[in-house]
């Protein structure tokens, strides 16, 4: 089975020269996006995708004309989506702080035994990963990293529309490790832990769920609508696109590296934060 990061293994943008002629933009077309008569590349990106979260339809969609979001509950839950994976941990961490009382609790949880303490490392690692697993999911980072080389090569249509999915995840994990902590500093019984590492688990593989076959169709159709639109787009170009092939060729040579090291920048934050918030909790004092 084909990785879920096609792009993977593909060199960056920023390691080899940005094309300026229509025929150079032509031939790096063909080498990252094959022809119309190669449908390989077609048949594994669509295969790489095939298991995206909600914010990966939602952009899918937008990037397809001849399609769009149909039901109202999909629009709904474009609202509910961030509020349930940015407010409500927001709004825990709110109340556990509202009723913090630094004489009778401190910044450790209170149960110094070695087996509430374990069981809490263990869970809080747990999540970490969970958390890692969510923030890096394949179909998401594919889709960026390929808009990304679309634009390196042609210089057209910088799309940030796949982003907006990362970044929320990327900050709906940040803010669950910090509920987590508090969560677990609050608990003296470690089935409390168990069961608030599960419940906070929940809220980052939401987008996830709420994907139905029939928008995983659509979505695939959009999918294979977009990379024909980034393979075949210099096939008939305008005078536009023309200029566009020889501008911006310093942020284009770099803007794939830029996004990969950005990425990267992102996940090791969020899982270092984990990691010293599960050590601090192991290693932590019941005093302070």
Same mark, same amino acid.
């Given at each position: ?44 990106? $669509? +295969?790489?995708?095939?298991? /995206?979260? %909600? ?5 899918? =969609?937008?990037?397809?004309? !001849? ?108 803010? $669950? +490790?910090?509920?987590?902590? /508090?969560? %677990? ?5 470690? =089935?409390?832990?168990?069961? !608030? ?92």
């Amino acid at each position: 089975r084909k990785h879920p990061n096609m792009a993977a293994d593909e060199p960056l943008m920023g390691d080899i020269e940005v094309p300026e002629s229509l025929q150079a933009v032509k031939q790096k077309l063909r080498e990252h996006f094959g022809g119309p008569e190669d449908t390989k590349k077609l048949d594994d990106f $669509l +295969e790489s995708v095939q298991d /995206l979260n %909600f914010w990966d339809y939602i952009a899918l =969609m937008k990037a397809d004309p !001849n399609q769009d979001i149909e039901t109202v509950r999909s629009y709904l839950k474009m609202i509910m989506l961030p509020m349930m994976q940015m407010v409500i941990p927001v709004v825990l961490m709110a109340y556990k702080l509202r009723d913090f009382n630094s004489k009778q609790q401190g910044i450790c949880p209170n149960n110094s035994e070695w087996g509430f303490r374990v069981t809490g490392l263990i869970m809080f690692l747990y999540s970490v990963w969970q958390i890692g697993d969510g923030i890096n999911e394949g179909p998401t980072l594919l889709l960026n990293r390929m808009a990304a080389r679309h634009f390196a090569i042609t210089g057209f249509n910088l799309d940030l529309r796949f982003s907006v999915g990362y970044v929320v995840q990327v900050i709906c994990g940040v803010l $669950l +490790e910090l509920t987590l902590y /508090l969560l %677990f500093c609050s608990s003296d019984d470690p =089935m409390d832990l168990v069961m !608030n590492c599960v419940a906070l688990n929940f809220l980052l593989g939401v987008d996830s769920e709420w994907v139905a076959e029939r928008q995983k169709g659509k979505a695939m159709k959009a999918a294979a609508y977009l990379w024909e639109q980034w393979r075949d787009h210099a096939t008939d170009p305008d005078e536009t696109d023309v200029v566009r092939f020889s501008s911006r060729k310093k942020l284009r040579k770099n803007f794939e590296s830029g996004m990969s090291c950005a990425i990267s920048v992102c996940t090791n934050t969020v899982l270092c934060l984990g990691y010293l918030l599960g050590a601090f909790f192991f290693t932590c004092n019941s005093e302070w």
